[in-house]
């Protein structure tokens, strides 16, 4: 069975530019997550979705960023415009079961560097 | 607020040497739930094991084994007879039972890098 795919799996782009990363978790997890990864703040989580629908998106930065789940096979993560410290890897992590005690697998990330 | 820190940045062993990696966690909750999660070299985090703030039972798979302690806030990892293949940044994580309003606060520590030489 596949896991979790993203894509791009790297990504160089300009300043202003608008990025957008995608995932797609394991067919059959209703809870789908995505997490940013910075050497100096760590891992940390950005949004989740349970049957599609975002349940929270507290850790999101700011409002260039959006994340959307049109269906249950495919979510993106999009920053509009992108800024140097917007650098990080990005990651997508699917589970079977909820919160707080789910385990979660993860994708391979994205590596975003905004130059 | 939930807290985890891994004091150890990065740690050296050879080959077949037993490591321990530290892990110690701030939580008001009674009911949590601690991770342990390992990133090779490729980048996905691996799950490795989940534990509830209940069941203070070591437990051991294989060569890794955990130690629990409540009294300490700790929540370590050892592996026996390291493996080139160890190699890899491993991360505590916690979770708390309620946030509030349906949502969740998963906290990674910063991770301890481990190098395992031949």
């Known amino acids: 069975d596949a896991g979790v795919i993203q894509s791009p799996r790297h990504e160089v782009t300009e300043m202003g530019q608008e990025v957008t990363l995608r995932c797609k978790p394991i067919?059959?997890?209703?809870?789908l997550f995505w997490y940013r990864q910075t050497m100096m703040r760590g891992l940390e989580l950005l949004i989740y979705?349970?049957?599609?629908?975002?349940?929270?998106d507290s850790g999101m930065p700011e409002d260039r960023f959006s994340a959307k789940m049109p269906n249950a096979s495919f979510s993106t993560l999009k920053i509009q415009p992108s800024e140097p410290r917007d650098s990080a890897v990005y990651f997508c992590?699917?589970?079977?079961?909820?919160?707080?005690?789910?385990?979660?697998?993860f994708g391979p990330g994205t590596r975003l560097t905004v130059l | 607020a939930q807290k985890v820190t891994q004091a150890q940045t990065e740690i050296s062993v050879v080959e077949k040497e037993d490591v321990t990696l530290d892990c110690v966690y701030e939580?008001?909750?009674?009911?949590?739930?601690l991770f342990w999660y390992k990133q090779p070299p490729s980048g996905e985090l691996v799950f490795l094991i989940r534990?509830?703030?209940?069941?203070?039972q070591n437990e051991i798979s294989g060569r890794y084994s955990w130690n629990f302690q409540k009294s300490t806030s700790s929540f370590n990892f050892t592996i026996t007879a390291s493996q080139v293949v160890d190699s890899a940044v491993y991360f505590c994580?916690?979770?708390?039972?309620?946030?509030?309003?349906?949502?969740?606060?998963?906290?990674f520590g910063k991770g301890t890098k481990l190098s395992v030489i031949p």
């Open positions: 992590a699917s589970s079977l079961t909820e919160p707080p005690y789910n385990e979660q697998f």
């Open positions: 067919s059959g997890h209703d809870y």
């Open positions: 979705f349970n049957n599609n629908v975002p349940i929270d």
């Open positions: 939580t008001r909750d009674t009911t949590y739930y």
């Open positions: 534990r509830n703030s209940f069941d203070e």
């Open positions: 994580a916690l979770s708390e039972a309620y946030s509030g309003a349906g949502s969740y606060q998963l906290t």
